[in-house]
């Protein structure tokens, strides 16, 4: 079964400082991978996605994540983070079955931005 | 990108009242909508996948006859709450794609619906 570990259910960062937002997964085949943010009572946006190619995937908002196949992750990462950027965060693994695309979501990393 | 959005943002009713959440595709044709119920900090739970034309598939776990899906035409989709008692009160977001399509394709979510059973 695919599944999504997010293992931090928290993350402290200053701003200017670089961000990680940690995330495993397990799937049986070729994995296509999200990430979506959440701000307060809003829906999900999504910020990237790996589907084939190139490793380090860039999305919006000076995002990207790096996908490794040995150790089955896809971290998200930011240069430099802003306080704006404090929000939720959600991995997910796309699983297409019964003829349907549905997603499969970590159970989400708030990330704190601090002055 | 592509814009999904949900109508009402916020509603409370009373217990044994029906609520009728909207979601619409605003830029694309949609012929799968999903639907997720959300718990205060916690991740998105699929309930069910609503297929434009034809029934609603559940998640195992979800009331069918509680939590009524229609999708009537390509670009709307409505989950209707029926005799709504306070354990429904939660956060509940749609989302679709674009295209029916693979495992590869983005799946673009509406703002969400908070509902408040007293």
């Known amino acids: 079964a695919q599944s999504v570990a997010q293992p931090e259910d928290q993350v402290n960062v200053a701003e200017g400082n670089p961000l990680t937002v940690k995330c495993t997964y397990s799937v049986s085949g070729n994995p296509y991978l999200f990430w979506y943010v959440q701000y307060p009572n809003r829906g999900l946006q999504f910020l990237l996605k790996y589907i084939t190619g190139d490793n380090l995937v860039k999305g919006s908002y000076g995002f990207e994540a790096e996908f490794n196949k040995s150790q089955t992750s896809f971290h998200l990462k930011k240069p430099s983070a802003l306080v704006s950027d404090s929000a939720l965060y959600f991995c997910?693994?796309?699983?297409?079955?019964?003829?349907?695309?549905?997603?499969?979501f970590g159970a989400g990393t708030r990330l704190a931005v601090h002055p | 990108g592509a814009v999904v959005s949900q109508h009402p943002s916020r509603v409370i009713c009373k217990s044994g009242t029906s609520v009728k959440i909207e979601c619409r595709s605003l830029?694309?044709?949609?012929?799968?909508m999903f639907w997720y119920r959300q718990f205060p900090k916690q991740s998105l739970m699929l309930m069910a996948t609503s297929n434009e034309g034809s029934k609603a598939t559940y998640e195992q776990g979800v009331e069918k006859d509680k939590f009524l899906i229609n999708h009537a035409s390509l670009t709307l989709s409505t989950l209707t709450v029926t005799s709504a008692h306070p354990e429904d009160s939660s956060f509940y977001i749609c989302?679709?794609?674009?295209?029916?399509?693979?495992?590869?394709?983005?799946?673009?979510f509406g703002p969400g619906t908070r509902l408040l059973v007293l």
């Open positions: 830029d694309f044709q949609a012929t799968t």
């Open positions: 997910a693994v796309s699983s297409f079955s019964g003829g349907y695309n549905k997603l499969i």
């Open positions: 989302s679709s794609s674009p295209l029916l399509a693979g495992a590869q394709e983005t799946q673009y």
